[in-house]
C-alpha cells in the first residue's frame, strides 16, 4: 500500500516563502500524475498544482506565478515551493497522484500570518 509522507510546513508572515515535500512509497511514483492539494478550514480540499509524469505543470489561478512544483523520480518526492504567502494560502496541504487516489496522508499544515 502506497503511503504519502508530507512536510515542510509551518508558520510564516505574508509575504514569506516555505518548500514542502512528499516522500511517496513503493515504485509507482514515476508512472503516476501527481499534485498538490489544500483544505482550509470549513473548506472543501482543492487541487493548486500538477505535474504529469513528463514534468508538464498546471497551477490553480489562485497560485500561479507564485507556487512551483518540481518531482524528482529518483527520490520519489514531490515538492511544492510557495512564494509570496498570503493568508488565504492557509491551509492543511497534501500530495496524492490526479486519479484513481491514494489513501490521503496526514498533510502538512501551513500558516500565513497577515
Known amino acids: 500500500q502506497v503511503q504519502l509522507v508530507e512536510s515542510g510546513g509551518g508558520l510564516v508572515q505574508a509575504g514569506g516563502s516555505l518548500r514542502l515535500s512528499c516522500v511517496v512509497s513503493?515504485?509507482?511514483?514515476?508512472?503516476?500524475?501527481m499534485g498538490w492539494y489544500r483544505q482550509a478550514p470549513g473548506k472543501q480540499r482543492e487541487s493548486v498544482a500538477d505535474i504529469t509524469r513528463g514534468g508538464i505543470t498546471d497551477y490553480a489561478d489562485s497560485v500561479r506565478g507564485r507556487f512551483t512544483i518540481a518531482r524528482d523520480n529518483a527520490k520519489n518526492t514531490l515538492y511544492l515551493q510557495m512564494n509570496s504567502l498570503k493568508p488565504e494560502d492557509t491551509a492543511v496541504y497534501y500530495c496524492?497522484?490526479?486519479?484513481?487516489?491514494?489513501?490521503w496522508g496526514q498533510g502538512t499544515q501551513v500558516t500565513v500570518s497577515s
Open positions: 496524492n497522484r490526479k486519479v484513481n487516489l491514494w489513501f
Open positions: 513503493g515504485n509507482t511514483f514515476t508512472v503516476n500524475d
